[in-house]
Each structure stands twice: as C-alpha cells, then as structure tokens.
C-alpha cells in the first residue's frame, strides 16, 4: 500500500466519521465508482484530461454522483483525487480506506484455502473462530480452493498465516522423522 493511497484514504476515513455517514454505504460508492472509471475509458479521459475546464469535469462528476446516490462526502474525495491528477491511484485508495473502515469497526478480514469447498456451516464455524482468536466481532472472509492442500485448510489474517492443511502436518511428520533419523 502506497504512503499516498494511505493518506488520502485517512482522510477520507477522517471525513466519514465526522460526518457519521454510514462505512459501508461509502465503500459501495468508492467501488461502484473505480468499476464505472476502470470500464470507461471516455470517463477517464475527461476527467484526466488538463485541458478540459475544471467546472466541465466537475459536472460530469455531479451528474455521476446524481445518477448513483452517491455522499456528497465520496464526491468531493473523488473531486480533490481528480484536481490533484490521481485517479490512476483511486483503486489503492478505496482499499486503504476499506481496511481502514474494517478496522474501525471491528471487522477482520481473512483469506481462506480450503481443499475442498465448504459448505455454509463449516463457513460460518470457521468464521466465529477466527473471530475468537482475532477478537473482532465480525470476519469478512474471502474463499478459494487448492487441491494440493489435501485436506484442512490455510487461514491468512493480515501477515498472519494458520497452516492446518494437511499437506502441512504431513511436512511436519516428515522433518521430525528425518531430525530424529527414523
């Protein structure tokens, strides 16, 4: 995460709060605007674009922000990000400031490698575990699935890494057998 994809998103962060505007309607905001940019070339063109009058693009801005709902607050991070020539930098941006939001409201967010999908129950069991060893009331929780895990599962939260595969026990079967020259 870049120094200033942090800043801004502290700042925005800090405005949110103030405002007590609500963390997750400003998260869908900030995504569906980087989905609307990131598929729009002409969008990115005119609001990129130095030669096009500041007044013009912020009505392209306004008319955007009408059309979606959007805060007053998420159309004016979005102004200041285009005056000051970064929206190359928005996509950092919104995922600074969403881990920014998750932490403030207690959320921890965990990747989860399973050998084989898990259905719901094992998902929510899961979750309320890691819950527990985070402390965080709520886990966001995104899955995938690797073959070679054999079994088990691989939790990573933050730089934290819970290896309980069972490609992972049979390594460590291995090294004690080969430490004790079984």
């Known amino acids: 995460m870049a120094a200033v994809d942090l800043r801004y998103a502290r700042a925005l962060a800090a405005v949110i709060s103030d405002q007590k505007l609500n963390v997750v309607a400003t998260q ?4 569906d605007f980087v989905e609307t940019l990131e598929a729009s ?9 130095p030669s096009i009058p500041e007044h013009q693009k ?19 991070f979005i102004a200041v990000i285009a005056r000051h020539q970064r929206l190359h930098d928005i996509r950092g941006m919104v995922e600074a400031y969403a881990a920014i939001a998750d932490e403030a409201s207690s959320v921890a967010e965990a990747d989860i490698v399973s ?7 094992n998902r929510k069991l899961l979750e309320e575990k890691i819950s527990a060893l985070t402390g965080l009331h709520r886990v966001h929780a995104t899955y995938s699935e690797d073959a070679t895990l054999l079994g088990g599962a691989v939790v990573t939260i933050g730089s934290t890494v819970y290896d309980g595969s069972i490609r992972a026990q049979l390594q460590q079967l291995k090294a004690r057998l ?3 020259g079984a």
Not at 41 to 49: G, I, K, W
Not at 58 to 76: E, G, P, Q, T
Not at 115 to 121: F, I, N, V, Y
């Open 28 to 31: 869908g905001q900030l995504n």
């Open 41 to 49: 070339a002409e969008l990115r063109d005119v609001l990129a674009n």
């Open 115 to 121: 050998a084989q999908p898990m259905d719901e129950k």
């Open 178 to 180: 080969i430490a004790t």
């Open 58 to 76: 912020l009505n392209v801005l306004d008319a955007i922000a009408a059309k979606s709902n959007m805060s007053s607050a998420v159309r004016n």
